[in-house]
């Protein structure tokens, strides 16, 4: 059991500002090798309550520009952590004087980026759906407050179910059924 503290608040107005400062400062590091950086998960959906933490993807176009932007990513402070079990999409601790974000990077048409742009699009263009799963967050943060391992296998059978109406395939959807599973 993973002792992380789990919190969940709010929407905040401020996370797209956030993550565009943020965008401003990696891009001229990456912009010759990445195609474009996304803001993700649930801070990326007005309205829906999340851990106050940015997702961030730098999309590159294939699995060969993933070595050069961990590369360059290490000069910005960036420290490589692999890909914590999740195939095509590579993790980052940011660096300590930068805003607590996640960062990643993924090969475009992995399902690294797949699962989260299809969530993220989904949950944008579905109000009632990302009040559910806000909902949902809310619940579980409060049942486990302390277990990020708990939450997130709380939340997985949620988002499939989100994948599924977003037109993800079944082989897809095992596998980050997978990748969720302690």
């Known amino acids: 059991m993973s002792r992380r503290s789990v919190v969940v608040v709010d929407y905040d107005p401020a996370w797209p500002r956030e993550f565009e400062a943020l965008r401003r400062r990696i891009w001229p590091a990456v912009r010759d090798v990445a195609r474009r950086i996304e803001h993700v998960g649930s801070t990326s959906v007005p309205g829906l309550a999340a851990k106050p933490i940015l997702d961030i993807t730098i999309v590159v176009a294939t699995r060969d520009e993933v070595p050069p932007t961990i590369d360059r990513l290490a000069t910005l402070g960036y420290e490589h952590r692999g890909n914590l079990g999740i195939d095509d999409r590579e993790a980052f601790d940011h660096p300590l004087d930068q805003r607590r974000h996640n960062l990643y990077v993924c090969p475009e048409g992995t399902i690294g980026i797949i699962?989260?742009?299809?969530?993220?699009?989904?949950?944008?263009?579905?109000?009632?759906?990302?009040r559910e799963y806000g909902a949902l967050k809310k619940q579980l943060a409060a049942r486990f407050?302390?277990?990020?391992?708990?939450?997130?296998?709380?939340?997985?059978?949620?988002?499939?179910?989100?994948?599924?109406?977003?037109?993800?395939p079944a082989d897809q959807l095992a596998k980050i059924a997978r990748d969720n599973r302690p």
């Open 115 to 130: 699962n989260q742009i299809a969530l993220r699009d989904y949950m944008r263009s579905n109000p009632e759906a990302a």
């Open 145 to 168: 407050p302390n277990d990020i391992d708990s939450y997130v296998l709380g939340k997985t059978d949620f988002v499939l179910d989100i994948l599924r109406r977003a037109g993800l």
